[in-house]
């Protein structure tokens, strides 16, 4: 099984060199990497795709924790005031 990078970047090269591929991947991301992939996704799990341009960035955060700094820092025993 392809490590999520791997699925990462075959879908990148893919849309690089196929302009169609890449207007599917756009219009519709689910179907067409699991077209692409055989993957399934579950359901209720969205994917976005964005295209980047010499005037636009895209920024992908990573989800929130669930526990505050506060808590963390109480877990942890150490010293978090230096976060």
Known sequence: MQSEA???AHI????????D???R???DPRAT???ETGLRLPAGY???VHEESGTDAHMVLPPKP???RDQLGRIAGGNYETW
């Open 46 to 48: 969205r994917l976005h």
């Open 12 to 19: 990148a090269m893919k849309a690089a060199e196929d302009d």
């Open 21 to 23: 591929f890449r207007a």
């Open 6 to 8: 791997e699925v990462k």
């Open 25 to 27: 991947l756009v219009a």
């Open 33 to 35: 990497l699991e077209a």
């Open 66 to 68: 669930e526990l505050s």
